[in-house]
């Protein structure tokens, strides 16, 4: 047991030791700073000089926003055409159809806003050049997305007025090209060596030694778990995901997938400092994030090491954990970490299946999703933190009697309507689809019989993720949700659209405005940011505002199966 | 907006060739250097296959070290959990039947020796592996069924404990299966 705990250790300590330098260095690419990668800068001007772009012409926030949300457009038609007609496409050995139309839209949706839910199973719903012509695509482009918007409000917060916030396509084509493809070819490169496959060839039928008969199903397995993790997508290969023997072999590419996926949120929070030449700031941030984090952590891990009681009971031995839904080769610790550290992250993979976890982890892990801002997704975790620091920043004002100001901009009445819509977003879809949802299954048990694998509280749960889910552009899920379904597939559709884009649109709105107003340069009555006090503030805003919305939802679900079985 | 169209389409075509032809065209090519040519580990036996080695297969025949309980069945083309919540009774009832059975099958092990996953179903439903408990669990049943020396499986199984530096230790159930059938092949 004390091994497992140290893999923890050693996964979460790589992953910060590896996040500070690439922080530096993404701090250096997006200022276009000399960098070791600029031998890739004729690539680039190809790619620019294919879509027919001025890397150089400045860009102000609505005009970023109009460039984002129109290649997003562009894609998802893309992802549509391709997902409707893949049955017929080449690339398809294993013969799998075509998507339904609602499921269709269900899985563009999904991948175009970097959430991944899915609503199939890779083996049989999708085909090869589904796999990486639709959805390994999308998983470079929005992470790349996320980087770039983020890039934008990183320069909204610089010194001076500002009208012109940099070129999103420069953002968006650097974040691939230097970031998002080298790091993805190391990963994938470990996991071949390591047993993952990357063939085109179709599924092996074979006889086992006991003699039963079964297909083992591949494809170009690696080269999309790389992206899937580092660009905190999580849209699986097969259908149990990282849990599956080939999508994640070993201990080793466990560690190096988990390491990945929480490379670049980590790195954008040393970036930000690096990039604002405040590293105070970045502590700051880091700090508050991974308190949350550990918070979340430390009863996941609990938990899931010491077992299920109502088996404990029988007489069988618990010393693995709980183990219903879990690998024998992670183990329950790293099996709670990575739930943890991709709900808090909104990667949403899963090595081991979370509707099995105990209720208390289902709980943190809802809570990782509602909160949605300790270290949050590639770029847009960086944007929600950045809304709840506004409003700390407003409620610490309004403490002291003074005008609200944030690195030298007031914070005045626009921006803080905006960053109240954008926190109060995220609740309002989530609890209305999950009572819309729970006042549908009520009305009808039989009909929607079909919905839910587990009664009672643990199934108003199923229903209450998924929705957490899809808000929180994660796509994770509680498995045992029936959710191919018409209604399943539209709802979440429509919560996972406006809860991508609205946050995207919000903070970066808050922040070309911001650099458009006059600086006031720091004096001693300025409110300081880059401190502890100011850290414990925005900690409890995030709490008090993201938290303790849900609390009635989480009483009914996971605290109340908690209790039935302690 | 037009021209903003045009744009994307154009440079959404050019990643594509970039992530989506180039990228995986890559990783491909390095991975025919790597164990299984990236076909996936495959373990042969009299020149036919008879697995992978990372992927579970279903074992329940008393004679074999039986794999975990899958909600997949062990089909491998249709991974999945049990997605089973640990309050659902019905799922408890079925982990107590497993628990049953599996002391009526093993005459003499207790319940505080049966590990957890023998009774539970693992997350891909393919789990290749077994708990080092799991296994030696297992030894007096399949001596017996085989008319073994217990000591001679026992050591079988010690020697096919994987060990690592972090992380669980454990068995692959398919390597130990095909280490016993070289040892004394099963009768059918």
Known sequence: ?566 | MKTQLFSALRLTLAMLVLCCVLYPALVWAVAQLAPGQGQGVQISRGGRVVGFANVGQKFDRPEYFNSRPSAADYHADASSGSNKGPSNPEYLAVVKARLDTFLRQNPGVQAADVPAELITASGSGLDPHLSPQGALVQVARVARARQLDTARVQALVQQQIETNPVGPDRVNVLRLNLALDALAPARR
């Open chain 1, 1 to 566: 047991m004390n091994k497992d705990l140290f893999g923890i250790l050693l996964i979460f300590g790589s992953a910060v030791l590896l996040a500070i330098p690439l922080g530096r260095y993404l701090a250096t690419i997006y200022r276009g700073d000399k960098s070791w990668t600029d031998f890739l800068a004729p690539l680039e001007r190809l790619l620019f000089r294919a879509g027919g772009i001025d890397a150089n012409r400045g860009m102000t926030w609505q005009q970023h926003l109009v460039a984002l949300l129109t290649i997003n457009l562009a894609w998802f038609g893309w992802a549509m055409l391709v997902l409707c007609t893949q049955g017929s496409l080449p690339l398809n050995p294993d013969g799998n159809p075509s998507m339904s139309p609602d499921q269709a839209f269900n899985t563009a949706i999904s991948f175009v806003v970097n959430c991944n839910l899915q609503h199939y199973s890779g083996e049989s719903g999708a085909t090869y050049f589904s796999q990486v012509f639709c959805i390994m695509f999308l998983q470079f482009v929005t992470a790349a997305t996320g980087m770039a918007v983020c890039v934008v409000v990183f320069n909204a917060l610089r010194e001076g007025t500002a009208d012109k916030l940099g070129n999103y396509y420069n953002y968006f084509v650097k974040s691939i090209t230097r970031v998002l493809l080298p790091i993805s070819l190391a990963v994938a490169l470990v996991l071949v060596f390591q047993g993952t496959p990357m063939t085109f060839q179709a599924k092996v039928p074979l006889v086992t030694v006991q003699g039963d008969s079964v297909s083992v199903s591949r494809g170009p397995v690696a080269a999309m778990v790389a992206i899937k993790e580092l660009g905190t997508n999580g849209g699986g290969y097969f259908g149990a995901n990282s849990a599956h023997p080939l999508e994640n072999p070993t201990y080793l590419t466990n560690a190096v997938e988990n390491v990945a996926l929480m490379l670049i949120p980590l790195a954008l929070i040393f970036a930000f400092g690096y990039y604002l030449k405040r590293p105070k700031l970045s502590y700051m941030v880091f700090g508050v994030m991974t308190l949350g984090f550990l918070v979340l952590l430390g009863p996941a891990v609990y938990y899931e090491t010491h077992g299920n009681p109502a088996i404990a009971q029988m007489g069988a031995d618990q010393r693995l954990g709980a183990m219903e839904g879990k690998e024998i080769r992670f183990g329950a610790a790293a099996s709670a970490y990575w739930g943890i550290t991709n709900t808090v992250i909104s990667c949403g993979s899963v090595n081991s299946m979370h509707d099995s976890h105990m209720p208390i982890s289902g709980m943190t892990e809802l809570l990782g999703m509602m909160t949605n801002a300790f270290y949050g997704g590639v770029g847009v975790g960086f944007l929600n933190f950045f809304v709840f620091v506004i409003i700390a920043v407003f409620i610490s004002g309004l403490m002291v009697g003074r005008t609200p100001e944030l690195l030298g901009k007031k914070i005045e009445a626009r921006e803080m309507k905006i960053a109240i819509i954008v926190a109060l977003l995220h609740p309002l879809l989530i609890l209305t689809g999950t009572a819309m949802s729970a006042h549908l299954y009520a009305g009808n048990p039989t009909e929607y019989a079909g919905w839910l694998a587990n009664p009672g509280y643990h199934g108003f749960s199923e229903m209450l993720y998924e929705f957490t889910s899809s808000a929180a552009n994660n796509g994770s899920g509680f498995e045992g949700l029936g959710d191919n379904t018409p209604w399943w597939n539209i709802s979440t559709g429509i919560v996972m659209l406006l809860s991508r884009y609205l946050p995207i649109i919000g903070p970066v709105a808050i922040a070309g405005l911001l650099a458009r107003k006059k600086y006031i340069p720091e004096s001693a009555g300025t409110l300081r940011v880059d401190t502890a006090t100011f850290g414990v503030m925005v900690f409890f805003v995030i709490w008090i505002i993201a938290a303790l919305a849900f609390f009635p939802a989480l009483a009914l679900g996971p605290l109340a199966e908690h209790f039935t079985l302690y």
